[in-house]
């Protein structure tokens, strides 16, 4: 599917980024980022408009997440209380959006987009504000879109350099983030113990 996919890239462009990255947000399994690199390289060439593919690939990566949200803030939290006990996992997974649901959000766009849609929706049921996930979603689909793009871009025709380079970039992004969380852990727990002493 993937083939065929980047084969209409440069005859519908635009529309084809919009539908699959909304198809994304919505969790259902279209490669969406494989699609920005190879629109990044159509770009690079001049088979597509760059300014078209980012404000397409955007809005729709707004509207899906937003449509993720709405469906959480309006079923998601009334599901969870008739799961009762078997939603606990659940019920931590709201309390983190609640305390730290903007660098959760943020994240879940770019780094771990995998998660983001369950995200989303964890986000409207745990009644995270509406204007702080938007700007954080925003932010993260901003990085998402600039580093895939980008590197189609850059890596002009060769899909594969892009998405080896694009991977590698994650890794190492995500194992400075967990250094990061476990230096910040570290530190609050040291400060505890001396308080306690």
Same mark, same amino acid.
């Given at each position: 599917?993937? &083939?065929?996919?980047?084969?209409?890239? @440069?005859?519908?462009? @635009?529309?084809?980024?919009? +539908? %699959?990255?909304?198809?994304? %947000?919505?969790?259902?399994?279209?490669?969406?980022?494989?699609?920005?690199?190879? *629109?990044?390289?159509? =770009? =690079?060439?001049?088979?597509?408009?760059?300014?078209?593919?980012? %404000?397409?690939?955007?809005? !729709? #990566?707004?509207?899906?997440?937003?449509?993720?949200? *709405?469906?959480?803030?309006?079923?998601?939290?009334?599901?969870?209380?008739?799961?009762?006990? /078997?939603?606990?996992?659940?019920? /931590?997974?709201?309390?983190?959006?609640?305390? /730290?649901?903007?660098?959760?959000?943020?994240?879940?766009?770019?780094?771990?987009?995998?998660?983001?849609?369950?995200?989303?929706?964890? #986000?409207?049921?745990?009644?995270?504000?509406?204007?702080?996930?938007?700007?954080?979603?925003?932010?993260? &689909?901003?990085?998402?879109?600039?580093?895939?793009?980008?590197?189609?871009?850059?890596?002009?025709?060769?899909? &594969? +350099?892009?998405? #080896?380079?694009?991977?590698?970039?994650?890794?190492?992004?995500?194992?400075?983030?967990?250094?990061?969380?476990?230096?910040?852990?570290?530190?609050?727990?040291?400060? !505890?113990?001396?308080?306690?002493?």
């Amino acid at each position: 599917m993937t &083939e065929w996919l980047l084969g209409l890239v @440069p005859a519908w462009g @635009p529309w084809l980024l919009a +539908a %699959c990255t909304y198809l994304a %947000c919505l969790a259902l399994p279209v490669p969406a980022s494989i699609l920005l690199l190879a *629109a990044g390289g159509f =770009a =690079a060439a001049g088979d597509l408009s760059l300014m078209a593919a980012i %404000c397409a690939t955007l809005a !729709a #990566a707004f509207l899906g997440d937003q449509t993720m949200y *709405a469906v959480g803030r309006h079923g998601g939290a009334g599901l969870l209380d008739r799961m009762g006990s /078997r939603a606990q996992p659940i019920a /931590r997974a709201r309390d983190l959006l609640a305390r /730290r649901g903007a660098v959760v959000v943020f994240l879940s766009r770019w780094l771990i987009s995998a998660l983001g849609p369950y995200v989303n929706l964890a #986000a409207g049921a745990s009644g995270l504000a509406w204007a702080r996930f938007t700007l954080w979603g925003l932010l993260g &689909e901003a990085v998402w879109l600039g580093l895939y793009l980008g590197l189609g871009y850059v890596f002009t025709g060769n899909l &594969e +350099a892009a998405s #080896a380079f694009a991977l590698r970039i994650l890794l190492f992004l995500g194992v400075a983030a967990v250094a990061l969380g476990l230096g910040l852990w570290l530190r609050t727990a040291i400060r !505890a113990d001396q308080a306690g002493t």
